[in-house]
């Protein structure tokens, strides 16, 4: 018998919360969007005519949504970082049950107080930890739990993030000031990393870790003598300096759109001149990348050690040419190694009776060159509607509590950097 289509409302109506909603679209059997809140009234509209709502199902935040009788299932709250645990506890408190945005709090303490609130309460809520729904990182779990690796002695695992994304978020954009975002770049960026780890360790658990890092390259010290401060205005290096905003942005206007110019997001046919004018007129994209605010890290290790006596190291590299994930999985009896953009994943199988030793064969990776995080982001969409229909947990399932093993390391792993590379526990 067809069910009934889960109901969700917007908290937080941006581009994350409106790439999870538009999943209504392709399967209106399943998801139905029947309301938004958010402060900015042309997002609002966008979205009422977009899913086809009401008017009266518009609220100007998460608060005022919480202020009248619960109309629908669920919430997909796509507020920032910082705005999740607020928008989120008084929505709880009403009934909804949650897809949410990571990182789910921005410190232990907060992480806590949500647990204790969504306990309370008896909701179902889910990390949009994208990754562990690509067909390249369930491949890996269900390898791990298919027992041919043996057991688990280490995972290596590193992101390279692009000198072009980095500008875009860590250096110039919205998480680059840790005082404003209230994030670190390894839990805005590489939580979902860290939380594979934790994941394909399941059910052993992270123990202990430590971690370094520092800012590397986009400093005050490190700008040519005659740079100026804002690229198109005052540099006269605009067309040599490979990190200009002409060059990472203008010479190449479909790259970051939706960041660089947030600020033309409402004009509706933006043109070129629109762009350039944007960047003369105070534009932060067009600052100077050794002469922002930035005071997170451009590079950090961390190195976590498990239960079982297992290690795991992550690298998150800022500034690389391509952006990359890579991982290597060593088990008793073999191991995987792989590179998440490029859908290469191979498994080598401890055999001695070869004359190489080993047996080695690239994995099947079908469909993992899907769009948005290798077909993540409409997986994990779907497995939401499943669990809230159902409330049984997929091999993915970023349920809330399966979710807190890698944010508490992360939290943790920072801690750890603060502390100079001190080894610090993890209690979970
Ligand atoms: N899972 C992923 O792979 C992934 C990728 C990128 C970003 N993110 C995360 O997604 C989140 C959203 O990022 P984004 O770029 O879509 O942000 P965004 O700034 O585009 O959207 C946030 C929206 O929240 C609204 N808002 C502010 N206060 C509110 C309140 N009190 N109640 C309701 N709405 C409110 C804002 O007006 C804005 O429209 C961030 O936490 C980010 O870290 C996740």
Avoid at 149 to 178: C, F, P
Avoid at 291 to 303: E, G, I, L, S, T
Wanted: glycine share 8%; aromatic share 8%.
């Amino acid at each position: 018998m067809a069910k009934d289509p889960i109901t969700a409302v917007i908290v937080g109506g941006g581009h994350r919360a409106v790439t999870y909603a538009d999943y209504s679209l392709r399967h209106p059997e399943d998801l139905k969007i029947v309301g938004i809140a958010d402060p900015d009234a042309e997002r609002r509209e966008m979205c009422r005519l977009k899913y086809g709502f009401g008017e009266d199902r518009c609220y100007e935040s998460a608060e005022a949504l919480a202020a009248v009788p619960r109309f629908a299932d669920a919430v997909i709250n796509g507020t920032m970082d910082h705005q999740h645990y607020a928008t989120a506890v008084p929505l709880l408190e009403k009934g909804y049950d949650m897809l949410l945005e990571k990182p789910f709090a921005v410190s232990e303490d907060e992480m806590r107080r949500l647990l204790a609130v969504i306990e309370k309460n008896g909701n179902r809520v889910m990390i949009c930890h994208v990754l562990r729904y690509s067909p390249f990182y369930i491949a890996v779990k269900k390898r791990i739990l298919s027992g041919e690796l043996g057991d688990i002695i280490n995972v290596q695992m590193a992101e390279h993030v692009s000198y072009h994304h980095l500008s875009t978020s860590y250096i110039r954009g919205k998480w680059a000031n840790s005082d404003k975002s209230k994030t670190t770049m390894l839990l805005a960026k590489s939580c979902h990393d860290i939380d594979v780890m934790a994941w394909l360790m399941q059910p052993v658990k992270p123990v202990s870790v430590s971690s370094v890092g520092s800012i590397f390259q986009f400093k005050p010290e490190n700008a040519p003598a005659n740079a100026g401060t804002r690229c198109t205005v005052d540099c006269p290096l605009v067309d040599t300096c490979r990190y200009s905003a002409k060059k990472i942005y203008l010479e190449h206007p479909d790259r970051w759109t939706c960041y660089a110019w947030a600020d033309l997001e409402h004009k509706p046919d933006q043109t070129m001149e629109d762009r350039v004018k944007s960047f003369l007129n105070g534009n932060p994209y067009n600052r100077c990348i050794y002469k922002c605010d930035n005071n997170v890290v451009d590079h950090q290790a961390v190195m976590v050690n498990f239960s079982s006596g297992a290690t795991g190291t992550f690298n998150l590299v800022g500034g690389s040419a391509k952006s990359t994930r890579t991982l290597k999985v060593v088990g008793t009896l073999g191991e995987l190694t792989g590179v998440f953009e490029d859908n290469v994943l191979v498994e080598s199988l401890i055999a001695s009776d070869t004359p190489e030793g080993y047996v080695e064969a690239p994995v099947d990776l079908s469909g993992a060159d899907a769009e948005g995080h290798g077909g993540g982001d409409d997986n994990l969409t779907a497995d939401f509607i499943r669990y809230l229909r159902t409330g049984e947990q997929s091999v993915s399932c970023t349920a809330i509590e399966n979710s807190v093993a890698g944010h508490l390391t992360v939290f943790k792993a920072d801690e750890s950097m603060r502390l100079g590379g001190a080894l610090v526990k993890i209690d979970l």
